[in-house]
T-cell receptor, first 113, second 114 residues
Framework: QKEVEQDPGPLSVPEGAIVSLNCTYS??????FMWYRQYSRKGPELLMY????GNKEDGRFTAQVDKSSKYISLFIRDSQPSDSATYLC?????????????FGQGTTLQVKP | DAGVTQSPTHLIKTRGQQVTLRCSPK?????VSWYQQALGQGPQFIFQ???????QRGNFPDRFSGHQFPNYSSELNVNALLLGDSALYLC?????????????FGPGTRLTVL
């Protein structure tokens, strides 16, 4: 069993739709949760960073963490064609100060005009 | 402010050869991590360098080695290349020590092993 599971998709939605991306994890020691966006043939770009449980909003993006269920989500409102990319969830493994990230497989999203 | 830079962009090698990839961290960052991303997969942690020493290592064989220089730049070396080493190699930098510090990734070096 992988430490972090993410549905690879692909996910295709019309422009303006609300997108929900999800990851589950098995290690209850994870405390730092991130979402990265990766365009084709580019490096991952940090989108959202959350510590412990709760919600965090940044513009059209909302990240949710439910540590009791070991489940994290990223919501994209009013999706745009420019949001078409691969979205990677990542978690920081203990000891947290070393910064090692464990990634999900990535979900490929296509937003159609 | 330049972000994380990596060189070369692309590289083609044959099995058994050796390769060196280079990374310059974001200005002000002193910690460099290397990740391997196979096609259709998420990045996998190779190792991390801080203060010119390997601080943590992932599940990669000894064929993978690295180095960090006094200016915080880093190299990743892979010996005896295998076909399975074909991947995008990503470098990420951050400020060391702080548990809340986030990592910033470079564009990667795409390695093809024939």
């Amino acid at each position: 069993q992988k430490e972090v599971e993410q549905d690879p998709g692909p996910l295709s939605v019309p422009e303006g739709a609300i997108v929900s991306l999800n990851c589950t994890y098995s290690n209850s020691a994870f405390q730092y949760f991130m979402w990265y966006r990766q365009y084709s043939r580019k490096g991952p770009e940090l989108l959202m960073y959350t510590y412990s449980s709760g919600n965090k909003e940044d513009g059209r993006f909302t990240a949710q963490v439910d540590k009791s269920s070991k489940y994290i989500s990223l919501f994209i409102r009013d999706s745009q064609p420019s949001d078409s990319a691969t979205y990677l969830c990542a978690m920081r493994a203990p000891p947290s100060n070393t910064g090692k990230l464990i990634f999900g497989q990535g979900t490929t999203l296509q937003v159609k005009p | 402010d330049a972000g994380v830079t990596q060189s070369p962009t692309h590289l083609i090698k044959t099995r058994g050869q050796q390769v060196t990839l280079r990374c310059s961290p974001k200005s002000g960052h002193d910690t460099v991590s290397w990740y391997q991303q196979a096609l259709g997969q998420g990045p996998q942690f190779i190792f991390q360098y801080y203060e010119e020493e390997e601080r943590q290592r992932g599940n990669f064989p000894d064929r993978f080695s690295g180095h960090q220089f006094p200016n915080y730049s880093s190299e990743l070396n892979v010996n005896a290349l295998l076909l399975g080493d074909s991947a995008l190699y990503l470098c990420a930098s951050r400020m060391g020590g702080g548990s809340t510090d986030t990592q910033y990734f470079g564009p990667g070096t795409r390695l093809t092993v024939l």
